[in-house]
C-alpha cells in the first residue's frame, strides 16, 4: 500500500518493523514492543531528525543501518540483545504543573 | 503539526480539570491536526463531563528550512493574528512544545504581560526527538519561557535552566 491514516494494526501483528528514523514511526512501534530495524539515509535527512535515532540505537533499542548494510543487518543480527524501551511518563508533567500552580 | 499534536496530547492526557477551558491553537496549513484534536477531547469528554475547548488557527510562522529572514517576515505577519487572539483569550496558561506557530503566541503573551494586561506562565516542553540539540523554537523560547522542560538528561546539561523530568509522552 501506499499510504495510510495509521499504521497501528499492522505494527501490532508484526514480528519486525522495518523503518526510516521518523519519530513517530519508532515510537510507535517501540511502544507495541516490536524489535525495529532503522534505516538511514543521510542524504535526505534533517540533522537533527537522525538524533532520536542514534540516541535509541546507543540505549539498545533498536537496530541501526543504512541502505547498502541492511540486507546484512538483518542476516547477523541478534533480536534478544535488544533492550525494552520504557513508555513515558506524562503523569510527572502533570504533577509538575500541578506544583506550579499549586493544585492538590 | 503532526507530531507536535500528538506529543502536545499526550502531555495533556493526565491533566486534571483544573486546567480548562483549553484553546487549541494551531497552523491554518495544518489538515491533520484538528481530527486528533477533537478525538482526544471527545474521549475526554466521557470521563470529565464540563470539559471545554476551542480551536483557533493562524498563519504559519516558518515552513520547514524557511530563510531566517523571510522567517522574520512571516512570524511577523502570524503575530498580527496571534496578538488579537491571545488579547481575547487571556490564558493563565500557554503550553507549547516547539512547532513555529508557538514562537508569536508566545511573543504576544509577553506583550501582554508587559503592558500589565495578562500574565501568562509560558511552559515549552522541548520534543522528545531533541536529545542534542534544541529546535529554533526551543532556542528562541529558552530564555522567554517561564519553564522550559526537555526530555534527555543530554539537552539538561546543555542547558542548565531547563527542567528534565524524564520522558513524559
Same mark, same amino acid.
Given at each position: 500500500?501506499?499510504?495510510?491514516?495509521?499504521?497501528?494494526?499492522?505494527?501490532?501483528?508484526?514480528?519486525?518493523?522495518?523503518?526510516?528514523?521518523?519519530?513517530?514511526?519508532?515510537?510507535?512501534?517501540?511502544?507495541?514492543?516490536?524489535?525495529?530495524?532503522?534505516?538511514?539515509?543521510?542524504?535526505?535527512?534533517?540533522?537533527?531528525?537522525?538524533?532520536?535515532?542514534?540516541?535509541?540505537?546507543?540505549?539498545?533499542?533498536?537496530?541501526?543501518?543504512?541502505?547498502?548494510?541492511?540486507?546484512?543487518?538483518?542476516?547477523?543480527?541478534?533480536?534478544?540483545?535488544?533492550?525494552?524501551?520504557?513508555?513515558?511518563?506524562?503523569?510527572?508533567?502533570?504533577?509538575?504543573?500541578?506544583?506550579?500552580?499549586?493544585?492538590? | 503539526?503532526?507530531?507536535?499534536?500528538?506529543?502536545?496530547?499526550?502531555?495533556?492526557?493526565?491533566?486534571?480539570?483544573?486546567?480548562?477551558?483549553?484553546?487549541?491553537?494551531? *497552523?491554518?496549513?495544518?489538515?491533520?491536526?484538528? *481530527? !486528533?484534536?477533537?478525538?482526544?477531547? #471527545?474521549?475526554?469528554?466521557?470521563?470529565?463531563?464540563?470539559? #471545554?475547548?476551542? =480551536?483557533?488557527?493562524?498563519?504559519?510562522?516558518?515552513?520547514?528550512? #524557511?530563510?531566517?529572514?523571510?522567517?522574520?517576515?512571516?512570524?511577523?505577519?502570524?503575530? =498580527? %493574528?496571534?496578538?488579537? =487572539?491571545?488579547?481575547?483569550? !487571556?490564558?493563565?496558561?500557554?503550553?507549547?512544545?516547539?512547532?513555529?506557530?508557538?514562537?508569536?503566541?508566545?511573543?504576544? *503573551?509577553?506583550?501582554?504581560?508587559?503592558?500589565?494586561? @495578562?500574565?501568562?506562565?509560558?511552559? %515549552?516542553?522541548?520534543?522528545?526527538?531533541?536529545?542534542?540539540?534544541?529546535?529554533?523554537?526551543? @532556542?528562541?523560547?529558552?530564555?522567554?519561557?517561564? %519553564?522550559?522542560?526537555? #526530555?534527555?538528561?543530554?539537552? !539538561?546539561?546543555? %542547558?542548565?535552566?531547563?527542567?528534565?523530568?524524564?520522558?513524559?509522552?
Amino acid at each position: 500500500f501506499r499510504f495510510k491514516d495509521s499504521l497501528a494494526e499492522d505494527v501490532r501483528r508484526a514480528d519486525l518493523v522495518i523503518s526510516h528514523a521518523g519519530a513517530g514511526s519508532c515510537l510507535e512501534t517501540l511502544e507495541e514492543g516490536k524489535p525495529l530495524v532503522v534505516v538511514i539515509n543521510e542524504k535526505l535527512m534533517d540533522n537533527h531528525q537522525l538524533e532520536l535515532a542514534k540516541r535509541l540505537h546507543k540505549g539498545g533499542h533498536v537496530f541501526c543501518c543504512n541502505c547498502s548494510t541492511l540486507v546484512e543487518t538483518l542476516q547477523s543480527m541478534d533480536l534478544s540483545t535488544l533492550k525494552p524501551f520504557s513508555p513515558g511518563q506524562p503523569e510527572k508533567f502533570a504533577l509538575f504543573l500541578d506544583n506550579v500552580f499549586g493544585f492538590q | 503539526t503532526g507530531g507536535h499534536t500528538t506529543e502536545i496530547l499526550r502531555l495533556l492526557s493526565c491533566l486534571s480539570e483544573s486546567y480548562s477551558p483549553r484553546h487549541y491553537v494551531f *497552523a491554518d496549513s495544518d489538515k491533520m491536526s484538528e *481530527a !486528533k484534536i477533537c478525538s482526544f477531547e #471527545q474521549k475526554r469528554a466521557e470521563t470529565f463531563s464540563n470539559s #471545554q475547548f476551542t =480551536l483557533d488557527r493562524i498563519p504559519r510562522s516558518r515552513e520547514v528550512r #524557511q530563510s531566517w529572514m523571510s522567517s522574520v517576515g512571516t512570524t511577523l505577519y502570524s503575530l =498580527l %493574528y496571534s496578538l488579537p =487572539l491571545t488579547y481575547r483569550l !487571556k490564558p493563565d496558561l500557554i503550553l507549547c512544545n516547539g512547532p513555529g506557530t508557538c514562537v508569536p503566541v508566545c511573543i504576544a *503573551a509577553l506583550l501582554l504581560g508587559l503592558l500589565r494586561i @495578562k500574565r501568562a506562565v509560558i511552559v %515549552y516542553v522541548e520534543s522528545i526527538c531533541r536529545v542534542e540539540t534544541l529546535s529554533l523554537s526551543g @532556542k528562541i523560547l529558552y530564555y522567554l519561557s517561564d %519553564y522550559f522542560i526537555v #526530555q534527555w538528561p543530554e539537552l !539538561k546539561e546543555k %542547558y542548565p535552566r531547563s527542567v528534565y523530568l524524564g520522558r513524559i509522552v
